[in-house]
C-alpha cells in the first residue's frame, strides 16, 4: 500500500489510476459499446435492450451511462492539471513559459479537432467548426490559465460562478420568440446562439437545433474541468490514503445529491450541458476516480488495469486514428472466415477483432513509451 505522500505511476509520469480510468472511458469510444451490444443480442443476457439504452446518449432530458463518457474525459484532464504544472514548477519553467505551454497544446488540439472535422477537404459550407477535441482544447486552455493564477478558494468559486451563472442566463434570459426558463429542444437560449452565432455547420445528429459542442454550453464545461482540477489537488494534498479515498467518495455523492436535486428546477440534459448536468457528471466521474484511485494506487493492484492503461495512455490518438485507419476492414481480413462460420456469434467476433487490432497498435506503442503528446 502506498504511503501518504507517494502515489504510483507509469511510463507516461501519470498517475496509474487517472490513465486506467482514462482507458475505461476510451474503451466504449473505440468500441467496447459494439461489442457488449453484440454480446448482449446474442446470448440475450445482459438485457440487450438495457444494454442498448444505456450505450446510447438519451434523446434530451435525464441520464445514462452513455452521457457520462465525455464530461468524465474532460474531468480527468483537469485531473492531471496540477499535477502537469506542478511538474513544470520543478523543471524551471518560467510563468510565461507556462502560459505559452498552455496556448500551444489548446492550438494544436484545436487544430486537431478540425482535421478531424475534414478541413482539408476545403469544404467551407459544410466543415464544422465546433466538435469534441475542440471543446476539450478549450476547456483545457480556460482551467489550466485559471489554475495557473488563482488558488483552490478562488477555483471552486469560479466553479459556482459558472454554475449559478449559466443557470441564471438560461432561466432569465428568453430566447426571441421563446420565454425565460425554456429547456425545451426547440426554445432553448443556447440552441438559438447556437443557431445564430456558431462559426461553421451545426452538428445535428442529436437534436438539430443547436450543436452538442455548442458556443454557451462552452462555459459549464469548463465547469467539469475545474471539478477535475479539485479533485487532482486532493490527490496532491499528501493526505492519508484512506482521508483522500473517502474525500473523493464523499464529494462525488455530494455532486450526485445536489446535481439530482438541481434537476428538478433545471433538468439534467447533456446537449445543453446543464449545472445539474455537470454534477450528476461530476459525481459519477469522482465516484469512478475513487474506485481507480483506491485498487489501483493504494491497494496497488494494478494488473488487472492494464487493458485500460495501455489505452488510456494515448487516448487522443486513438480517437483520432480511426479516422484514418479501417480497423474494421483489418478484423475483417483476419477473422473474415471466423466470422462467417460463427453464425449469430460472429458480430461479437468482428467487435473484438476491431477492439483487438486497436489495442495491439496501442501496445506496440505503449511498450515503446511513445505517446502523443499535443
Partial sequence: MADKTTVSTGPTGRLESIDALRGFDMFWIIGGDVALKAWAKWAGWPSPALVGQQLEHVQWEGFRFYDLIFPLFLFLVGVVIPFSQ???REQGASRWEMHWRILRRTLLLFALGLLTNRI???DWENLRVAGVLQRIAICYGIAAVIVLNSNRRGQVLVVAAILLGYWALLALVPAPGSAAGDYSIEGNLAGYVDRHY???????EYYGYGDNEGL????PAVATTLLGVLAGHWLRSGRAPTTRLLGLTLAGIGCLLVGTAWGTVFPVIKNLWTSSYVLVAGGWSLLLLAVFHGII?????RRWAFFFTVIGANAILIYVVPRFVDFQKIATFFLGGVIRHTGSFGPVVLAIGVLAAEWLLLLYLYRRRLFLRV
Fill in 120 to 122: 482539408l477537404q476545403f
Fill in 198 to 204: 456558431l462559426p461553421g455547420k451545426i452538428m445535428k
Fill in 297 to 301: 494506487d493504494i491497494l496497488g493492484w
Fill in 216 to 219: 454557451l454550453s462552452t462555459f
Fill in 86 to 88: 506542478e511538474r513544470q
